[in-house]
């Protein structure tokens, strides 16, 4: 089957991350210890329906500063959560635009309003895709049907016709229930051998 369309996922596949980035942030302005403010992040139940779509950016910041105990201004709380993005793409932007020149390609993301925007004005890999398929967008998260359906009604074309990677098993594993050519990925060279496999010149 020829691919028309490439997908890839965006954190730790576009932009490596590292949330212990995000937590020692925290811990320098709260007095808590970074573990501390994870566990505390994750008690307060926000992460999901703020990725999902279910929650706003201010109300979203108001919980999590609730839960720290810390009153927190917007812009240093933006510059804080999104500072676990690490500094350099995997896949550089003269490779992605190759890519783009021959291929729909597309961003398939469980991902946030304030990191998104972050991402997208920081790193100039992400211009060239030609679409994104946002959980908090689309209202649905991997491993979840929907988004899966959102990105295949995105993409234009069938399934099989697609080629999709993703750092998480379990979101790879979504996708081939869709019947979408998806292998779980491992590093930028990895993935130009997949896609060189499959007749795709990059």
């Not at 949330?19 to 307060?44: H, L, V």
């Not at 703020?50 to 979203?60: C, D, L, N, P, Q």
Request: proline share 4%; with cysteine.
């Amino acid at each position: 089957m020829v691919i028309k369309t490439i997908i890839f996922d965006l954190g730790n596949v576009i932009v490596p991350f590292d949330f212990k980035r995000g937590y020692t942030g925290m811990a320098a302005i709260t007095g808590k210890a970074p573990e501390e403010i994870r566990q505390c992040i994750a008690d307060a139940g926000v992460v999901v329906p703020y990725e999902s779509g279910a929650m706003e950016s201010s109300e979203f910041v108001t919980r999590v500063c609730a839960a720290l105990g810390k009153d927190i201004d917007h812009g240093t709380f933006s510059r804080i959560w999104s500072s676990i993005f690490l500094p350099d793409a995997n896949f550089s932007q003269d490779f992605v635009g190759r890519l783009a020149r021959n291929y729909r390609l597309l961003i398939l993301s469980n991902t946030n309003d304030l990191h998104w925007n972050m991402v997208r004005s920081t790193y100039p890999v992400v211009g060239e895709f030609h679409d994104f398929v946002l959980s908090y967008k689309v209202k649905a998260m991997k491993p979840s049907p929907a988004i899966y359906q959102a990105a295949i009604q995105m993409a234009g074309c069938r399934p099989e016709e697609c080629f999709f990677t993703d750092d998480v098993p379990d979101y790879v594993d979504g996708a081939r229930n869709f019947g979408i050519d998806a292998v779980q990925f491992q590093s930028a060279g990895q993935i130009a051998g997949e896609l060189r496999a499959r007749g795709i010149d990059c």
